[in-house]
T-cell receptor, first 111, second 112 residues
Framework: RKEVEQDPGPFNVPEGATVAFNCTYS??????FFWYRQDCRKEPKLLMS???SGNEDGRFTAQLNRASQYISLLIRDSKLSDSATYLC????????????FGAGTRLAVHP | EAGVVQSPRYKIIEKKQPVAFWCNPI?????LYWYRQNLGQGPELLIR????????DSQLPKDRFSAERLKGVDSTLKIQPAELGDSAVYLC??????????FGDGTRLSIL
């Protein structure tokens, strides 16, 4: 079983739609959680950290459920520019130094 | 601020040939990482340096892969000999201590 599992998608949604991605992790000792975004043939970039209390950044909302070892990302009012692969990332200890990536969920937003 | 610089951007070689990748981290970043990303997968850590010391190389296939960061700044990753299964994108990242990692554009390696 992979340490971080995601639905690979693709998710094909129209502009303006709300879309949610899920992620599960197997190591209950995981400490930090993130969502990264990766455009086609580009490097991964940090989208947002995920906190136990849940956090929001504009149209993006991230949630963490430690009991279920489950992370989610919600995108509201999807834009064409949101089309990318979204990578769920955990670290086994505090800090950013050992990132464990999921395989990513691909999102395609169409007009 | 200049980002992480990697070269070459693309490399095509025949199997059993050697290949090397180069990375220049963000100025002042003491921690450097090499990742491999296979098609349809997320990046996987190969090796992590703190200054010139390799502190985590548990995922580096040591029979054919080697890396160095002699002066604690730029780094090279080498594969010798390359195998078909080594086709992937090799990403370099850097950070200041345990801060956020910044990735380079990667080197896309194709083995014929």
């Amino acid at each position: 079983r992979k340490e971080v599992e995601q639905d690979p998608g693709p998710f094909n949604v129209p502009e303006g739609a709300t879309v949610a991605f899920n992620c599960t992790y197997s190591n209950s000792a995981s400490q930090s959680f993130f969502w990264y975004r990766q455009d086609c043939r580009k490097e991964p970039k940090l989208l947002m950290s995920v906190y136990s209390s849940g956090n929001e950044d504009g149209r993006f909302t991230a949630q963490l459920n430690r009991a279920s070892q489950y992370i989610s990302l919600l995108i509201r009012d999807s834009k064409l520019s949101d089309s990318a692969t979204y990578l769920c990332v955990v670290t086994p200890s505090g800090g950013y130094n050992k990132l464990i990536f999921g395989a990513g969920t691909r999102l395609a937003v169409h007009p | 601020e200049a980002g992480v610089v990697q070269s070459p951007r693309y490399k095509i070689i025949e199997k059993k040939q050697p290949v090397a990748f180069w990375c220049n981290p963000i100025s002042g970043h003491n921690t450097l990482y090499w990742y491999r990303q296979n098609l349809g997968q997320g990046p996987e850590l190969l090796i992590r340096y703190e200054n010139e010391e390799a502190v985590d190389d548990s995922q580096l296939p040591k029979d054919r892969f080697s890396a160095e960061r002699l002066k604690g700044v730029d780094s090279t990753l080498k594969i010798q000999p390359a195998e078909l299964g080594d086709s992937a994108v090799y990403l370099c990242a850097s950070s200041l201590d345990m801060g956020p990692q910044h990735f380079g554009d990667g080197t896309r390696l194709s083995i014929l």
